[in-house]
């Protein structure tokens, strides 16, 4: 089980916009910046979103990140069939089992 | 651009040591700025981290694995290794190395290997 929770899956049509939660705690999200990684089928991880919302050079504002107590979201728009992907989210957790955190990733399908 | 790259046995028996290296070329590991990271993933599942090393030689493992794995680093090869004990099926995944910011950024990844444990 992860410690930090993703919805297992979400769905949206091409041209529209989805969004994609990453729930913790204050341990982890709540203290520490997060990140979020596409990982397109049989590829690594990609950066996408860095310290809670900045994006790495290359990446489109089509997508974007933002932060609220313990929780964050990923969001994107104008969705294309190329961005169907995992896509997880990661912080460190500074708990007495610190270390890097990975939210169990969500499937993204474009209809 | 930073590029790594992981290589070692792509079949391990059981009860034996996983070793891995990666490989890091376009940036020196000594630069001090970053942390290089072990990260896996079981087919079919999510990703988990294994444990970052400092170029000075400081270790963070994850507590689950702490006591069966060691990361080391060759500055002057521009590499740091990975090895994990007394392997079982369990540990049957994709292993990647990556390239950690002082945020826990996982900037730059390797393709990954697949290490897959059976006799």
């Known amino acids: 089980q992860s410690v930090l929770t993703q919805p297992p899956s979400v769905s949206a049509a091409p041209g529209q916009k989805v969004t994609i939660s990453c729930s913790g705690s204050?341990?982890?999200?709540?203290?520490?910046?997060v990140s979020w990684y596409q990982q397109l089928p049989g590829t690594a991880p990609k950066l996408l979103i860095y310290?809670?919302?900045k994006r790495p050079s290359g990446i489109p504002d089509r997508f974007s990140g933002s932060k609220s107590g313990t929780s964050a979201t990923l969001g994107i728009t104008g969705l294309q069939t190329g961005d169907e992907a995992d896509y997880y989210c990661?912080?460190?957790?500074?708990?007495?089992?610190?270390?890097?955190?990975f939210g169990g990733g969500t499937k993204l399908t474009v209809l | 651009q930073v590029q790594l790259q992981e290589s070692g046995p792509g079949l391990v028996k059981p009860s034996q040591t996983l070793s891995l290296t990666c490989t890091v070329s376009?940036?020196?590991?000594?630069?001090?700025?970053?942390?290089w990271s072990w990260i896996r993933q079981p087919p079919g599942k999510g990703l988990e981290w294994i444990g970052y090393?400092?170029?000075?030689?400081?270790?963070y493992y994850n507590p689950s694995l702490k006591s069966r794995v060691t990361i080391s680093v060759d500055t002057s090869k521009n590499q740091f290794s990975l090895k994990l004990s007394s392997v079982t099926a369990a540990d049957t995944a994709v292993y990647y190395c990556?390239?950690?910011?002082?945020?826990?950024?996982?900037?730059?990844w390797g393709q990954g290997t697949l290490v897959t444990v059976s006799s």
């Open positions: 376009g940036g020196s590991i000594s630069s001090g700025d970053y942390y």
């Open positions: 204050s341990s982890n999200i709540g203290n520490n910046y």
């Open positions: 990556a390239r950690a910011g002082v945020t826990a950024t996982l900037d730059y």
């Open positions: 990661g912080t460190w957790d500074s708990s007495l089992s610190a270390g890097q955190v």
């Open positions: 090393i400092y170029y000075s030689g400081s270790t």
């Open positions: 310290d809670n919302n």
